[in-house]
């Protein structure tokens, strides 16, 4: 495919003209090759690029500045997966945990019960993560949230979840640190940490179904 007129680009893309300028406006998109003062031609490099902005945001449900700042990312590591990881790791949490990470007082950062026990799970892992990691101030304020409502959750009930959670982070890995074909490492890097993290939601409900119907259907069987 040559150049591709907005309209075009609109069309291959699903995108409306609407949401691509206004992509365009917000640095998301780079500009494309202006033929006339209103008119521009683009590539196949910006529908590509259309289509994982398009991803990130509707399905990784990131907003419009996180996206811009993984993009931003990719750009400028290419190869380097390190610097988007972190920015795609930062961005998902922040987006699924409704922002309250960021938006916490300094006493409620505070050194509560349910941190202490997120840092003994991370030690009793041997995981080598930053101090001051946000999924550890995450972890421990859902272990504090559970301690007020009186659920027999701790950080010792959570390893098995936590032993889980590791062999999938070595999938995980596998898919950034392997054979990359069209994509440039950090760009898959971002792909796999932020639109897998949906998925496994998807499917850790899609086998609790199944499990609960299970049980209900013997105990029906029992009682009936």
Known sequence: MGAIRLAELSRHSAVS?????????????????RITATEADYSEH????????????????????ATKEI????????DDPG???????????ATQGGEYAARTTASTRSETRGLADARSLIAEMGWC??????????????????TALGVDIDWQTML??????????????????GEVATTVRAE?????TVLLEPALRALRRLALEDKVARRNAEESRTTG
Do not use: F
């Open 83 to 93: 610097p988007t990881l972190t920015r795609a790791l930062n961005a998902a949490s």
């Open 17 to 33: 003209i609407a949401t691509i300028k206004y992509w365009l406006r917000s640095g998301l998109l780079p500009a494309g090759e």
């Open 71 to 78: 993009l931003d990312a990719v750009t400028a590591d290419q």
């Open 160 to 177: 098995p979840y936590a032993q889980i959670m590791d062999a999938i982070s070595r999938l995980d890995s596998q898919q950034i640190h």
């Open 188 to 192: 898959r890097t971002a792909v796999v």
């Open 129 to 146: 993560v930053p101090h001051n990691a946000p999924a550890t101030s995450d972890l421990g304020q859902i272990l504090d949230a559970l």
């Open 46 to 65: 910006h529908l590509h690029r259309l289509r994982l902005i398009r991803a990130l945001i509707s399905v990784g449900q990131l907003s419009v500045s």
